[in-house]
């Protein structure tokens, strides 16, 4: 059985993205959750995982952490988490390459914080780029790939788990979208995994 070492739901926006990966191709798996910003959260996480950070998978003895490298492993195991086109998968490997190394503007000044509503906070202009970018991406995607479903590359791939962070973060920050983008932000908060985790981040926070 995989186990999945993930962070608190309400800040760990990376171990997110595996574990809505994992969740939306139904694979079993047995989840480890660690408490972040803990007198024992260091050692807690190096039990797992060597780069001290979450998420991190186990399978049997095979230990793979960082996010992307996650699902990566997943869509080995599950291959129609990247588009079956060769041009398409290029594309969704561009823009998750793009999200995972990329938008600290973003991620700095507008950390996920599902708990909170902040209309008027993080807006930097490298923020603000950072945004723009994110919906170009969107907006391009959702226009090319409209009639195969719902999702940016028409059914769900890693693209959307590893965007789905940003989804969060666009409705803490109230960031205004164009109707493809928002669409597509209403599809990904309808997931019932999405629903999940959400309702974890918001039970967090009466602990
Ligand atoms: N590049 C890594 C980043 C992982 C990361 O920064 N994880 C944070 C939580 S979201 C962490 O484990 N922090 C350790 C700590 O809070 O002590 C990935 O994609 O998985």
């Known amino acids: 059985m995989l186990k999945l070492v993930i962070g608190d739901r309400n800040y760990s926006s990376w171990s997110l993205r595996p574990w809505l990966a994992i969740k939306q191709v139904g694979l079993p798996f047995e989840e ?5 910003r803990d007198s024992k959260t260091r050692s807690e996480i190096y039990k797992y ?3 001290g950070k979450v998420p991190c998978l186990i399978d049997g003895d095979i230990t793979v952490w960082d996010s992307l ?3 990566e492993y997943l869509a080995e195991i599950e291959p129609s988490l ?4 060769r041009a398409a998968r290029a594309e969704a490997r561009a823009i998750c390459a793009e999200m ?3 938008f600290g503007g973003f991620r700095h000044s507008m950390p996920m914080e599902i708990h909170a509503s902040k209309p008027f906070d993080g807006r930097t ?3 603000a780029a950072d945004i723009a970018r994110i919906i170009a991406i969107w907006e391009s995607c ?3 790939f409209a009639e195969s479903g719902p999702f940016l590359f028409g ?4 693209a959307d788990a590893m965007f789905s962070p940003v989804v969060w973060r666009f409705l803490t920050y109230a960031v205004e979208l164009p109707p493809a983008s928002k669409a597509w932000v209403e599809t990904m908060c309808a997931l019932p995994a999405m629903e999940y985790w959400r309702a974890g981040a918001l039970a967090e926070k009466g602990e």
């Open 32 to 36: 480890i959750y660690i408490r972040l």
């Open 49 to 51: 995982s060597p780069s």
């Open 69 to 71: 490298a996650i699902c």
């Open 82 to 85: 990247w588009p079956s086109d």
């Open 100 to 102: 995972h190394s990329g």
């Open 125 to 127: 202009a490298e923020a």
């Open 142 to 144: 959702r226009c090319r």
């Open 155 to 158: 059914r769900f791939s890693i």
